[in-house]
């Protein structure tokens, strides 16, 4: 992603060709490449698995807390970030409304499409994991408690489903939007629903003898989604990411994610396990909220210097976490932390023994 931005900014003549569709574009952002998909499927898929083991482990889903944890993980650094914003758009004189701001602290960037504010820009990928939050523990509480799992992943395989067709409905009925109809949460609700149809499939027999297979040759996963997906981008064009493209490597994504948390011993568990990476994880949400600012072609500043530029998103990165991130989810686990139960408590809970 950084790469993309980077090539972005500069104008590189490699920009939009095969070579750089191949070597950078999938791993950057939708078009060209599906870099930001991996995120959506990554979130998908973890936030489902969570939620089912809460549910199978107590019965129930606890909307408000998990509502709670979000806020505190997302909020902080993007109320900071915000904030900065504000003071360099006045100190800067960059034109701006409220909703330029508004919009990315709401969560409604992906459908404000007249925002044209540089600094607020990639906001959008995150109004639609936020609004996938909204919505999505809900409908699996429900689907859970009154249908079952198996239901709950017919759910999922059908949003899956109907998304492409969206994505081609809304190009042709709104042609005026260009390409913004790859940016809102229901032309993207393929990448997120694979990572959940996957989550609840695991443990099925069907899906586990269709795992079995897929596993053998794992490697048609990367190779699919890194080389193939961006040949028939190049030959077909954006229409083939618009219809079929982006779900089927949303799929081929969310079958890698798992290959890879079944197989930690492999080379590729071990490159995605080791301390560099670990690490680069841990302040991915801080980079990803700064490193707009530092890599955009706008940013005529000191700041926005390649390959400095570079750096500092990872300073930045950084700063955010020590700082704002982690105080926040301290906070967060003294809030939150369950009420230790009192000895009282305990016997009024325990059943009672008939004598014999």
């Known amino acids: 992603m950084l790469a993309l931005h980077v090539s972005q900014r500069f104008h590189w003549p490699v920009h939009g060709t095969p070579t750089f569709n191949l070597l950078v574009g999938s791993a950057g952002t939708i078009w060209p490449?599906?870099?930001?998909?991996?995120?959506?499927?990554?979130?998908?898929?973890?936030?489902?698995?969570?939620?089912?083991?809460?549910?199978?482990?107590?019965?129930?889903?606890?909307i408000g807390p998990f509502y709670g944890r979000r806020a505190f993980r997302i909020l902080p650094p993007l109320v900071v970030y915000l904030v900065f914003a504000y003071f360099y758009c006045i100190c800067d004189r960059i034109p701006f409304t409220a909703q330029n701001f508004t919009s990315a602290l709401f969560f409604y960037r992906d459908y404000h499409f007249r925002n044209d504010l540089w600094l607020t820009?990639?906001?959008?990928?995150?109004?639609?994991?936020?609004?996938?939050?909204?919505?999505w523990p809900i409908?699996?509480?429900?689907?859970?408690?009154?249908?079952?799992?198996?239901?709950a992943a017919w759910c999922a395989c059908a949003l899956i489903a109907i998304t492409p067709?969206?994505?081609?409905?809304?190009?042709?009925?709104?042609?005026?939007?260009?390409?913004?109809?790859?940016?809102?949460?229901?032309?993207?609700m393929d990448a997120l629903m694979s990572g959940c149809f996957v989550a609840l499939c695991v443990?099925?027999?069907?899906?586990?003898?269709?795992?079995?297979?897929?596993?053998?040759?794992?490697?048609?996963?990367?190779?699919?989604?890194?080389?193939l997906s961006a040949v028939?981008?190049?030959?077909?064009?954006?229409?083939?990411?618009?219809s079929i493209g982006l779900t089927i490597d949303s799929v081929v994504m969310a079958f890698l994610i798992l290959w890879a948390t079944r197989n930690a011993d492999h080379w590729v568990g071990r490159v995605l396990n080791c301390r560099f990476m670990v690490q680069a994880g841990v302040m991915s949400y801080s980079a990803y909220i700064w490193q707009t600012f530092f890599l955009h072609e706008?940013?005529?500043?000191?700041?926005?210097?390649?390959?400095?530029?570079?750096?500092?998103?990872?300073?930045?990165?950084?700063?955010?976490?020590?700082?704002?991130?982690l105080p926040a989810l301290q906070?967060?686990?003294?809030?939150?932390?369950?009420?230790?139960v009192t000895h009282k408590e305990a016997l009024a809970e325990k059943p009672e023994i008939a004598p014999v």
Do not use: C
């Not at 899906?207 to 699919?224: C, G, Q, S």
């Not at 706008?298 to 991130?325: C, D, H, T, V």
């Open 33 to 62: 490449g599906d870099g930001v998909g991996i995120f959506f499927v990554l979130s998908g898929y973890l936030i489902t698995t969570l939620l089912l083991r809460e549910y199978e482990k107590s019965g129930r889903i606890a």
């Open 298 to 325: 706008q940013n005529n500043s000191w700041s926005g210097r390649f390959p400095f530029s570079l750096i500092y998103i990872w300073m930045a990165a950084w700063i955010s976490y020590k700082l704002i991130e």
């Open 165 to 188: 067709v969206m994505r081609v409905f809304g190009s042709k009925v709104f042609p005026n939007f260009a390409h913004e109809e790859l940016y809102m949460l229901h032309s993207r």
């Open 331 to 340: 906070i967060r686990e003294k809030l939150m932390r369950p009420k230790p």
């Open 232 to 242: 028939l981008d190049y030959v077909f064009g954006i229409g083939y990411r618009k």
């Open 203 to 227: 443990g099925f027999g069907r899906f586990e003898a269709v795992y079995r297979k897929i596993a053998k040759v794992w490697w048609i996963l990367p190779l699919e989604f890194w080389i």
């Open 139 to 151: 409908l699996l509480l429900l689907l859970l408690r009154y249908k079952g799992r198996k239901a």
């Open 121 to 135: 820009q990639h906001t959008w990928s995150l109004s639609v994991e936020e609004q996938f939050y909204l919505f």
